[in-house]
């Protein structure tokens, strides 16, 4: 946006003065008293008069100007009339007072000073009508002495001056450019500014996001109206205090949020915090929101005060939960006649006869499709539960022959893919964990590796003690995984690009259960990749069982 033009400002927009024609009246009066008083009534005639009339008119007619009443083209024309006047005085007063004719620089010094350099041209050339009508007017009578003997005070303290005030008016119209050219500035500055911010304030009440901001005495600088509904549904006032019931709860929709841990006291404490779920509204009517709380500084130590942001997430809360009841739901309703149907098969193939070949290779066929699919379904069920809320059958596990035994047939697959998997176990490895579970990780993490590395390549499997850590590592030689596709390997349903142009069986809930395992466990899981660099899990978990775990 460019800004506005820089033009000088015009002597007529100048702001006018009333010192100018007031002191020239005032001490026009002066010498005419001081005259009348000294040489008697008859020293002064009708030009005297009729110039102090002609200099009340041009001072009225300048208040009229100066308060806007009248137009401001009479502005150059009054210090004419006024020096005009003055020199029609000077025809009877200058011969009795020769230094009377100084009240001429006061319309010269009125030119230049409003009205600039020009003005000072046009004060230099009346400076020479007035020198002009002293020297051959013959105003004042010779004395013995030539007359510019006489006046040659007069005229240098009248060059002087008009030279000191021209000076001045060029220093004031030089000042008066750049206070115009500052303004100017500020003015586009700060139409720019009221523009961000109609802008801004504009976005932040179309967003359906709360946003409310506090300075550091906790008052209240600003809100939206998605804020402003939500304070009214939870009870709370813009201000931080309570309304006598105060829908506020934890994530669970039930436990009340303590008075001292609302967002606004503790973000007024100084706290910064990021997605902090909460419910608000009576029960049966309420919301979700993720809340945000930021500091806002001047410098590091002058706080300014504090923001607080609230996402609404109720819609994303209630599609999750309506997904895990659906996987819940389906995923029981589907075990129970999958299990059905594998008992049945097996009862069946024993009343087969054993010369029935046909009819046993294709029951064995089904039954292998049948367990692979109760193996997705109770993937699912795994899938649909957490980490926190997972049963553990602790006891001391000897990690050596469970790896073993997991691994039996993964040797099978992996010699058939063409794919060298080696295995190293600490010898005499104790864990305290649920050997199924982590049969469940070797497996998952270990069927992995083998199915996306392509032949020829390698697998190698590592188990040892590390301080008071069990510790597991599976690294593969594979097409490695990018960034985003690493940000996205533990979530539930992920599948990666290869896996889904290679066509590579699963439905991607493996590595969720896996992080959901560990996490029970009191472990953590890492993951390093490279894109056609292979990838490589390690796991940790605590070689006595979960804290405060019940064995």
Same mark, same amino acid.
């Given at each position: 946006?460019?800004?506005?033009?820089?033009?000088?400002?015009?002597?007529?927009?100048?702001?006018?003065?009333?010192?100018?024609?007031?002191?020239?009246?005032?001490?026009?009066?002066?010498?005419?008293?001081?005259?009348?008083?000294?040489?008697?009534?008859?020293?002064?005639?009708?030009?005297?008069?009729?110039?102090?009339?002609?200099?009340?008119?041009?001072?009225?007619?300048?208040?009229?100007?100066?308060?806007?009443?009248?137009?401001?083209?009479?502005?150059?024309?009054?210090?004419?009339?006024?020096?005009?006047?003055?020199?029609?005085?000077?025809?009877?007063?200058?011969?009795?007072?020769?230094?009377?004719?100084?009240?001429?620089?006061?319309?010269?010094?009125?030119?230049?000073?409003?009205?600039?350099?020009?003005?000072?041209?046009?004060?230099?050339?009346?400076?020479?009508?007035?020198?002009?009508?002293?020297?051959?007017?013959?105003?004042?009578?010779?004395?013995?002495?030539?007359?510019?003997?006489?006046?040659?005070?007069?005229?240098?303290?009248?060059?002087?001056?008009?030279?000191?005030?021209?000076?001045?008016?060029?220093?004031?119209?030089?000042?008066?450019?750049?206070?115009?050219?500052?303004?100017?500035?500020?003015?586009?500055?700060?139409?720019?500014?009221?523009?961000?911010?109609?802008?801004?304030?504009?976005?932040?009440?179309?967003?359906?996001?709360?946003?409310?901001?506090?300075?550091?005495?906790?008052?209240?600088?600003?809100?939206?109206?998605?804020?402003?509904?939500?304070?009214?549904?939870?009870?709370?006032?813009?201000?931080?205090?309570?309304?006598?019931?105060?829908?506020?709860?934890?994530?669970?929709?039930?436990?009340?949020?303590?008075?001292?841990?609302?967002?606004?006291?503790?973000a007024h404490r100084g706290e910064e915090f990021d997605a902090q779920l909460a419910w608000f509204g009576p029960p049966g009517d309420q919301v979700a929101y993720l809340l945000y709380a930021r500091q806002i500084h001047r410098t590091p130590e002058d706080r300014y005060g504090y923001v607080i942001?609230? +996402?609404?997430?109720?819609?994303?809360?209630?599609?999750?939960?309506?997904?895990?009841?659906?996987?819940?739901?389906?995923?029981?309703?589907?075990?129970?006649?999958?299990?059905?149907? +594998?008992?049945?098969?097996?009862? +069946?193939?024993e009343e087969l006869d054993a010369d029935d070949v046909t009819a046993l290779s294709m029951l064995r066929i089904a039954q292998r499709n049948a367990h692979v699919l109760l193996s997705r379904v109770s993937q699912l069920i795994q899938a649909s539960g957490t980490g926190e809320g997972m049963e553990?059958?602790?006891?001391?596990?000897?990690?050596?022959?469970?790896?073993?035994?997991?691994?039996?047939?993964?040797?099978?697959?992996?010699?058939?893919? !063409?794919?060298?998997?080696?295995?190293?176990?600490?010898?005499?490895?104790?864990?305290?964990?649920?050997?199924?579970?982590?049969?469940?990780? +070797?497996?998952?993490?270990?069927?992995?590796?083998?199915?996306?590395?392509?032949?020829?390549?390698?697998?190698?499997?590592?188990?040892?003690?590390?301080?008071?850590?069990?510790?597991?590592?599976?690294?593969?030689?594979?097409?490695?995984?990018?960034?985003?596709?690493?940000?996205?390997?533990?979530?539930?349903?992920?599948?990666?690009?290869?896996?889904?142009?290679?066509?590579?069986?699963?439905? !991607?809930?493996?590595?969720?259960?896996?992080?959901?395992?560990?996490?029970?466990?009191?472990?953590?899981?890492?993951?390093?990749?490279?894109?056609?660099?292979?990838?490589?899990?390690?796991?940790?978990?605590?070689?006595?069982?979960?804290?405060?775990?019940?064995?």
């Amino acid at each position: 946006m460019s800004g506005p033009s820089q033009v000088p400002r015009r002597h007529a927009d100048r702001p006018t003065s009333m010192v100018w024609p007031v002191s020239t009246l005032v001490v026009s009066v002066l010498v005419t008293a001081s005259i009348l008083v000294v040489d008697g009534p008859d020293a002064e005639g009708w030009p005297t008069a009729l110039g102090l009339v002609v200099l009340t008119a041009v001072a009225s007619v300048k208040w009229l100007v100066h308060t806007g009443r009248l137009s401001q083209r009479w502005r150059p024309l009054l210090p004419v009339l006024s020096l005009a006047a003055l020199l029609w005085m000077g025809t009877e007063i200058v011969p009795v007072a020769p230094t009377a004719a100084l009240v001429v620089t006061l319309p010269l010094l009125w030119l230049a000073f409003e009205f600039g350099t020009t003005g000072a041209l046009l004060a230099f050339v009346g400076l020479l009508a007035v020198l002009q009508m002293l020297y051959s007017g013959g105003v004042v009578p010779g004395q013995g002495e030539p007359l510019w003997v006489q006046y040659v005070p007069l005229v240098l303290l009248g060059l002087g001056l008009l030279f000191g005030g021209l000076q001045l008016a060029l220093e004031r119209e030089r000042r008066e450019q750049r206070l115009t050219e500052q303004a100017d500035r500020l003015r586009a500055t700060l139409e720019a500014s009221e523009d961000q911010l109609l802008l801004m304030k504009t976005l932040l009440d179309t967003v359906q996001v709360t946003i409310v901001a506090y300075d550091d005495a906790g008052e209240q600088i600003w809100d939206n109206p998605d804020a402003r509904a939500l304070a009214a549904r939870a009870g709370i006032r813009s201000d931080g205090t309570a309304e006598p019931v105060v829908h506020y709860y934890e994530a669970d929709r039930v436990t009340p949020v303590p008075p001292e841990e609302y967002a606004i006291p503790r973000a007024h404490r100084g706290e910064e915090f990021d997605a902090q779920l909460a419910w608000f509204g009576p029960p049966g009517d309420q919301v979700a929101y993720l809340l945000y709380a930021r500091q806002i500084h001047r410098t590091p130590e002058d706080r300014y005060g504090y923001v607080i942001v609230g +996402i609404p997430v109720t819609d994303v809360l209630d599609s999750v939960r309506a997904r895990e009841e659906f996987l819940t739901t389906v995923s029981h309703e589907l075990r129970t006649p999958l299990t059905s149907i +594998i008992g049945y098969h097996e009862l +069946i193939e024993e009343e087969l006869d054993a010369d029935d070949v046909t009819a046993l290779s294709m029951l064995r066929i089904a039954q292998r499709n049948a367990h692979v699919l109760l193996s997705r379904v109770s993937q699912l069920i795994q899938a649909s539960g957490t980490g926190e809320g997972m049963e553990l059958k602790l006891r001391s596990v000897d990690v050596v022959e469970l790896t073993d035994t997991t691994l039996t047939q993964l040797h099978h697959a992996a010699d058939a893919a !063409g794919i060298d998997l080696t295995v190293q176990v600490q010898p005499g490895l104790k864990a305290t964990l649920d050997p199924d579970r982590f049969a469940q990780v +070797i497996d998952n993490l270990v069927n992995n590796a083998v199915k996306y590395t392509p032949a020829p390549g390698a697998v190698d499997v590592r188990l040892w003690q590390h301080a008071d850590d069990l510790v597991l590592e599976v690294a593969d030689t594979g097409p490695g995984l990018s960034e985003s596709e690493q940000s996205h390997v533990f979530e539930r349903f992920y599948r990666t690009a290869s896996a889904t142009e290679q066509a590579v069986q699963g439905i !991607g809930v493996g590595l969720s259960v896996v992080k959901a395992i560990v996490e029970a466990h009191g472990g953590v899981i890492e993951l390093e990749s490279n894109p056609g660099a292979g990838t490589r899990f390690e796991v940790r978990l605590p070689l006595d069982g979960p804290p405060q775990a019940e064995v």
